[in-house]
């Protein structure tokens, strides 16, 4: 008997690298931690970096004797253990603040730094990884604000350096949002916020997933709005339908970049239900 390799037309999936770029702790789960667990679920390798502490951030937590950068990068540790990221990193920019604000005005702040210093603090840190994929922020930042969109700018800008070869933009689905009841404020988002549905390439949900994303948010303390009760089922319910799907615009690095190796990841957005997995 002799031996036939398999004749199927698609290579055979093998493990990703995948570099998701953050501005903040916590942006991890709130925009990209359905898609981290399923990634690392899967058995891919996940490296989350982070470009500030979120230490212009605010908190209504009793922070002890720690600053709050300090506090936020324990909270990201912690949640990124929780979706099994095998690799995390702070870049040590400072975090630029809201936009509009004097913190904007830092030059060290992340919105004002060259996206040369961005990747050449990757590329270094980064010398003995082979990164398949980068996951951004589409081109609004999602919301605006100035460390968002400079991580859409930084992930496009690092990606070639990385040899990846698709580089992802995280974003929501603006129609999406607005179709949703009004008292969820998302009645009046315009084109600055997030991306037209019919941008959207590919999504990531599922209630497994999902659960863990939840869990993930919970390590993040410091950011916990006063009325979020994680055990109250209405209002999961309510943030399930307005964020039970993360979803992407996947761009190619070079024109011969293989879409396969984002197929057990991530689904084509033009397969989408038209709404999230119901939770809990
Ligand atoms: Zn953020």
């Known amino acids: 008997m002799t031996f036939s390799p398999p004749t199927s037309p698609s290579p055979p999936t093998s493990p990703l690298t ?24 899967l058995g891919h390798r996940v490296i989350v970096a982070y470009a500030t502490r979120g230490d212009a951030g605010e908190t209504n937590q009793d922070l002890g004797g720690e600053t709050l950068g300090e506090r936020r990068e324990a909270e990201a540790r912690a949640a990124c253990e929780e979706l099994g990221v095998q690799r995390v990193l702070f870049l040590e920019f400072d975090d630029s603040g809201m936009a509009d604000t004097e913190t904007t005005k830092n030059p060290s702040a992340f919105c004002n730094v060259s996206l040369d210093e961005v990747t050449a603090r990757l590329s270094m840190a980064l010398v003995n990884e082979s990164v398949n994929v980068v996951i951004g922020y589409d081109r609004n930042g999602t919301y605006g604000h100035p460390d968002h969109m400079q991580i859409h700018h930084a992930a496009h800008h690092v990606a070639p350096a990385l040899k990846a070869s698709f580089v992802l933009d ?19 988002i315009d084109e600055n916020f997030a991306s037209g549905h019919d941008e959207l390439t590919h999504f ?44 992407y615009i996947a761009v190619p690095v070079t024109p011969d970049a293989d879409p396969e190796v984002l197929a057990d990841l991530f689904e084509p957005s033009a397969t989408w239900s038209g709404q999230p997995p119901p939770f809990p």
């Open 170 to 188: 995280a974003t929501y689905s603006r129609e999406f949002l607005a179709s949703l009841d009004s008292d969820r404020g998302y009645d009046n």
């Open 18 to 41: 995948l570099l998701f770029l953050h501005a903040h702790p916590d942006d991890e789960a709130v925009l990209t931690g359905a898609t981290i667990a399923k990634a690392t679920g």
């Open 204 to 247: 990531v949900e599922g209630r497994d997933i999902f659960a863990v994303k939840l869990e993930a948010l919970k390590h993040h303390q410091s950011q916990v709005p006063e009325d979020w009760d994680p055990d109250d089922e209405s209002q999961l319910d309510g943030f399930a339908k307005s964020f039970g799907t993360e979803w």
